[in-house]
């Protein structure tokens, strides 16, 4: 069976400060991949897809990247944070039509 | 850019009772539709998609599509405090799947 897991599971950073989530997915070949964000009580924003490794497209500039060194890993970093990037962080794949979500990271800039 | 609007933004409906929520995409080459459930402080899960008009019914869940008016709605009937969450209506483009668009959501209260 198919497993996502997402890491860490909550942090709190200070502006100005580096940033790296990452998530791996087990028992699927070559899925697709994605991270979203979702402010606190905001709408689900997805921020960049990547449908092979090496290969990553950004939907939404908020001074993050993100890279998929291996098949099944996305990472999504940032050099210097904002407060305003504060909020939940899902990564997900697809293989089809259905996206499944990993269980999030809660991000906390202070 | 496509936009996914929801209403109402919040619902509050009695156990047992239906609850119904609207979705509409703006984009005329949206084809496909999903219902998401997020739990406080949990990650959507996925409830129904779409694709063809009509009805589709799964337990409880009803959802209706009409591609006419690219409006979707998903009705729960007999409501359990359990069905309390942020509802997501999402949509895409078959074939561009990878641009799935989010509403903000409904916020459904089912009080005992």
């Known amino acids: 069976a198919q497993t996502i897991h997402q890491w860490p599971v909550a942090e709190i950073k200070a502006v100005g400060s580096p940033l790296s989530l990452g998530c791996t997915i087990k028992g699927k070949s070559s899925p697709n991949l994605y991270w979203y964000w979702q402010a606190t009580g905001g709408t689900l924003q997805q921020l960049f897809y990547s449908i092979t490794v090496g290969q990553v497209e950004s939907v939404v500039q908020l001074n993050l990247s993100a890279s998929r060194p291996k098949d099944d890993q996305f990472i999504l970093s940032t050099e210097k944070l904002l407060l305003s990037h504060s909020g939940f962080y899902l990564c997900?794949?697809?293989?089809?039509?259905?996206?499944?979500f990993g269980k999030g990271t809660r991000l906390t800039v202070v | 850019q496509q936009k996914v609007q929801q209403s109402p933004e919040s619902l509050i409906v009695p156990e047992g009772g239906m609850a119904s929520l609207n979705c509409t995409s703006s984009?005329?080459?949206?084809?496909y539709f999903w219902w998401y459930r997020q739990h406080s402080g949990k990650s959507p899960k996925m409830l129904m998609s779409i694709f063809s008009n009509g009805e589709k019914e799964e337990g409880r869940f009803t959802v209706h599509l009409n591609k006419a008016s690219l409006h979707t709605s998903l009705h729960i009937r007999d409501s359990q405090p359990s069905d309390s969450a942020l509802y997501l209506c999402?949509?895409?483009?078959?074939?561009?799947?990878?641009?799935?668009?989010f509403g903000a959501g409904t916020r459904l209260a089912v009080c005992p």
């Open positions: 984009d005329r080459n949206v084809d």
């Open positions: 997900a794949w697809s293989l089809g039509t259905e996206v499944f």
């Open positions: 999402a949509a895409s483009i078959t074939g561009s799947f990878n641009k799935l668009t």
